[in-house]
């Protein structure tokens, strides 16, 4: 049998940081993978997960399962958190997933369970486990334009012309905020023509939400998600804990179906778990134990929210000192989008072959389509990506 399986394209990112790992310059700069970097170049441990770990350590006295769907108390603070207090719970049926990407998949599954002829919109570019996870499911999906190439900004019009074709029933797909990989977000104006158009064609919004508190704050990234749930019958909601908890590894995330209708709500919240069970049984819960403890603390929860905005703070001057640096060097306003621009990630516009010069030549790491995490800079090491960038012609 194993013989005939057939060798699998690999992923980018992940090749990328292995050549990155393979490379013995010292003075190599990682902006491929996708995670948050101090100054020294570390991802650290929140000191609020640390508190709660410490406080689980010396209360926790099982680890039995905790249920299909995770603990109600995590999907309840997480929605509380997304939602803020314009929703009624009683509208929500949601369930905890291995990370955002299992929330994601679940989503996927349900909107295939639900209505098997849904086409899915994806914005073009996204992040690529978008389509790829799509494809592997058999799920028809097409592109909306999404990123002017030229002004570094959203396409609007090109985005609504294109979903003006989706027909009722067809899923779009939606990032919240902080938009990967362009770091470009839709204006409040530009939301609300998207979700008019949306009500006109009969479409379900689909809400990808993984970098809450990394944009302008944890309640401004979360606006455009609740102005679109409280206009739509029914949204689906796929959030995050790794970047803004930074709990990458304890895989946390959370799916949730939200309709006007509260009646439709035991069968969603049963499918839910149905979906869990056919796909990884119970999720896991350390991860989602420690968010629910912050989040129900006011203490915990007033350290996170600080250590969270320090995050935040430090990668806002990382972007105006990067868009800065390449005004006085290439003595042009055409990089100022880095610093209008949200979230870890930014594109530069760079082409292939620059992204594989600034490789060679000088130890810069980036995804091919010149996507950088802004959040693998530090202050010391702009300076040599603009000089970088300039010589290699970008």
Not at 18 to 41: N, Q
Not at 82 to 105: E, F, K, M, S, W
Not at 289 to 304: K, S
Not at 359 to 368: A, E, K
């Amino acid at each position: 049998m194993l013989e005939n399986l057939q060798p699998q394209a690999g992923d980018k990112i992940l090749a990328l940081m292995a050549a990155y790992r393979a490379d013995p310059r010292d003075t190599k700069i990682d902006l491929g993978v996708g995670v948050y970097k101090d100054a020294t170049g570390h991802t650290p441990i929140m000191r609020a997960i640390k508190s709660a770990e410490h406080r689980l350590w010396e209360e926790q006295d099982t680890k039995t399962y905790v249920g299909l769907a995770g603990d109600p108390e995590f999907s309840a603070a997480m929605a509380r958190l997304v939602l803020g207090d314009g929703t009624n719970l009683d509208q929500v049926a949601a369930a905890a997933t291995p990370g955002g990407t299992g929330a994601i998949r679940q989503g996927f599954e349900l909107i295939r369970h639900a209505n098997p002829d849904a086409t899915v919109w994806i914005s073009n570019p996204t992040w690529p486990n978008h389509p790829s996870i799509l494809s592997y499911l058999g799920i028809p999906t097409k592109e909306y334009r999404y990123f002017d190439a030229q002004t570094r900004g959203t396409d609007i019009e090109g985005m609504l012309a294109d979903l003006t074709g989706a027909k009722a029933g067809d899923v779009v797909l939606l990032h919240g905020c902080c938009h990967n990989p362009t770091g470009a977000n839709l204006t409040a104006p530009e939301w609300q023509r998207v979700i008019d158009l949306m009500q006109d064609h009969g479409l379900i919004p689909f809400i990808d939400i993984a970098y809450q508190g990394f944009g302008d704050g944890l309640e401004e990234d979360a606006a455009a998600t609740r102005t679109v749930v409280q206009q739509m019958p029914q949204t689906l909601i796929a959030a995050s804990c790794s970047k803004n908890f930074g709990i990458y590894r304890e895989r946390t995330g959370v799916l949730m179906a939200i309709s006007q209708d509260a009646a439709v709500k035991k069968t969603a919240q049963d499918t839910l778990a149905f979906l869990n069970r056919q796909n990884f049984s119970f999720p896991p819960d350390h991860g989602a134990r420690l968010v629910t403890m912050i989040l129900q603390d006011e203490t915990l929860r007033a350290e996170w929210a600080s250590e969270l905005e320090e995050v935040r703070l430090n990668m806002l001057g990382l972007r105006q000192q990067l868009a800065d640096e390449m005004k006085r060097l290439t003595n042009s306003d055409r990089f100022d989008f880095i610093a209008t621009h949200r979230g870890m990630f930014s594109r530069i516009g760079a082409t292939p072959e620059q992204v594989e010069k600034l490789r060679q030549d000088h130890g810069i790491y980036m995804v091919g389509d010149s996507r950088v995490n802004i959040a693998g800079l530090s202050a010391s090491t702009v300076p040599v990506l603009a000089r970088a960038l300039v010589e290699a012609g970008v």
